[in-house]
């Protein structure tokens, strides 16, 4: 074992966007004095990920379209402007009543207008967020694209989207959002990129995920962990399943993976 990842949202992080801080920290240093890598894999921005764990861990974000250590990125796949552009426009015409989260490398921009609560929840995942009213005044190219939609119907209406697969990846990792990243950026690749850094394979490789956009993760992953509170199709792709996120699942795990 070289490289521990984890994905974090409902897998590292319980269900208030929180971990337990000292067995974080105690994980962390003992992975570190075995020489084993730790990694976030995550849709978070990487500069999200850096606020909630530091920057001293591999952050393979965005949805797998950067990876940052200690402040310097080693590898990014951003969306042209010219396609995430008519990529929103495609979401406008959907007509439906979710939050479009354009992210580029500066900030993310959601639409003038939408609620507190909204704006709230989508910045547990975002950096920084600021209003815009036209998504056309943004020039640079997009790290990521998401929807989040409260009423939790991503799952029907993700297949709408079909025409642009052949051009950006598209995932709803769950029922509340939808993540896109240009093509060939996703988890999975993303991991091959680090450990082609790290010079690690697969077989060195375990991971830990509970959504649909953790698969690519797994199939670049030697040994996968899915969490107890994992999608069936997820849990069926594992090699174990563990306790929940509320559980403290992930470090729990480790623990007994190095016997501490």
């Not at 084993?36 to 974000?61: H, P, R, Y």
């Amino acid at each position: 074992m070289k490289l521990v990842i984890t994905d974090l949202d409902s897998t590292f992080l319980d269900k208030n966007k929180n971990y337990n801080v000292e067995h974080y920290n105690k994980i962390k240093e003992e992975l570190k004095a075995r020489n084993i890598n730790f990694a976030a894999c995550t849709g978070k921005q990487a500069e999200k990920v850096e606020e909630i764990l530091g920057s001293d861990i591999w952050i393979v974000g965005d949805g797998g379209a950067r990876i940052k250590y200690e402040g310097k990125f080693y590898y990014k796949n951003l969306i042209p402007n010219k396609l995430g552009q008519e990529f929103i426009t495609a979401l406008q015409n959907l007509n439906i009543d979710f939050n479009i989260v354009a992210s580029t490398e500066d900030r993310s921009y959601i639409p003038t207008g939408r609620s507190d609560a909204e704006i709230n929840r989508i910045k547990k995942s975002y950096h920084l967020v600021t209003e815009i009213a036209d998504f056309k005044a943004i020039t640079q190219d997009f790290t990521k694209i998401s929807v989040y939609d409260a009423k939790a119907h991503t799952f029907e209406y993700c297949h709408r989207l079909d025409n642009f697969k052949d051009r950006l990846f598209i995932v709803a990792p769950e029922p509340t959002w939808i993540d896109v990243s240009n093509f060939g950026a996703h988890k999975g690749t993303g991991i091959q990129k680090l450990q082609n850094i790290l010079d690690c394979t697969k077989d060195d490789t375990i991971c830990f995920g509970d959504g649909y956009n953790d698969l690519e993760m797994f199939n670049q992953s030697g040994v996968k962990f899915a969490m107890g509170n994992a999608f069936d199709d997820v849990k069926d792709k594992a090699d174990f399943v563990v306790k929940t996120n509320n559980e403290d699942g992930v470090l729990r795990a480790i623990d007994k993976l190095l016997m501490i």
